[in-house]
């Protein structure tokens, strides 16, 4: 038995690694959290058509987002057996799905006009919602590819470039916002569809600064990323599609309960929809600390498992785990305690403030839950294990969560509250399936 190091030296390493794709996360998420706060100077319309359309988005985005997870959980492991030309090279057939990806996440959105026809959005906020997503799809290819190459990155161990161009993301959108959206410098008042034009310009410069830092600094020479073009090899792709798939379809059907939310608030009209955007950006935004340490976690349990050590791979995950559930707790009470002040950094119109205040009471308590499903996932990932969390999630999300939200939304008249409770009770269910199911693999077997 290989002799454990002590607590505090594992919640130092994880935490270590964790920081950098904590703020990266934050900043990354903080470009929507601009949008919302921008939008609200633009009115009820242009703020609700960007709930609406960042949800469609949302909902392709963490698709392909679950899928490319497999390149950390992949490369993280393949690093701990010290394999890593084997570990470029996965990478390289990496990119040549995000192309694939890209593709799909493009004509999707440009396609979901009939989807929010269908589920009856108001026609108005529709009609804004379609042009916003029709701006940003042109990103989509700049953000396949920038995942692949922040998931290698991150696999190697090395975070902190997802905090630089999560920074240069932020930093460039605030003021590309500032002229699109509202006409500066000459150019039109686009509203919510220059806020889309904006992200997508973002993606790109993301992605060449990001391409550029890997070919620069010389701790990623001995993965060779560059050192060839390899064209697609259908074994490869497929192996990274059998872990992926499964992830990609967990994470959409997680992600796909606050897109269904929002799309079926949407049809109560401006106000409710412009209240749930608000309460729930800034519970998303909270929820960015629980992802960038299930990013750290997969890494820490992937590499444990590379090397040929499982006890350290389950501890590496019960760490991870408490640290999110402490922060989880700090976030409801930061909910509960000053809603007012949450709400009015985005709006100060006295209807939308009194509904999304009601909002974050509800919010603040699915915030443990949340944490620990996020953890626990991260966890799953470091071991490959997806195929049996993603049931998991089909049974939380999709046959409690959403149907108990929508008969207490539009049975038992609870309005945009209903929604919320069954977002807590998805939330609470998947928490308590992931974490158990990760204490019972990674349980050392007996000799």
Known sequence: MKQQAPLGHEIRRTLILAGPLVVGQLTNFGMNFVDTVMAGRLGAL????????????????????????????????LD??????????????????????????????????????WIGVDEE???????????????????????????????????????YIGVLGILVNIPLNYVLMFGKLGMPALGA??????????????????????????????????????WPNRMEIAALLKLGLPIGVMIFLEGGLFVGTALLIGTLGPLPVAAHQVAMNYAGLMYMVPVGLAGAITVRVGNAIGRGDPEGA??????????????????????????????????SDSEVVSLAVSLLFLAAIFQLADALQGSAAGALRGLKDSRIPMIYCVIAYW?????????????????PAGMWIGIIVGLTLAALMLSTRFQRISQPKAP
Do not use: H, N
């Open 46 to 77: 242009d703020l609700g058509a960007i709930a609406v359309g960042s949800s469609i988005w949302a909902a392709g985005f963490l698709f392909v987002l679950g899928v490319l997870l497999a390149v950390s959980a992949t490369v993280s492991q």
């Open 80 to 117: 701990g057996a010290g394999r890593r030309k084997q570990a470029g090279e996965f990478t390289r057939q990496a990119l040549w799905l995000s192309l694939a990806l890209a593709l799909m996440l493009f004509i999707a959105v440009r396609s979901s006009g009939a989807l929010m026809g």
């Open 125 to 163: 906020v529709a009609s804004l919602s379609l042009r916003y997503l029709q701006a940003i799809s042109w990103g989509a290819p700049a953000l396949c590819a920038l995942l692949v190459l922040r998931f290698f990155s991150e696999g190697t161990g090395y975070t902190r470039p997802t905090m």
């Open 193 to 230: 569809v220059g806020c889309g034009w904006a992200t997508a310009i973002v993606f790109w410069l993301q992605l060449l600064a990001l391409a550029v830092w890997i070919g620069w600094r010389p701790r990623y020479r001995p993965y060779a990323l560059y050192e060839r073009l390899s």
């Open 314 to 347: 389950r501890r590496a995950g019960q760490v991870g785990m408490g640290i999110a559930l402490v922060f989880g707790m700090i976030s409801a009470t930061i909910m509960l305690l000053f809603p007012q002040w949450i709400v009015a950094m985005y709006t």
């Open 399 to 415: 046959v409690i969560g959403l149907p108990l939200g929508g008969y207490l939304t539009f049975r038992a008249d609870l309005g």
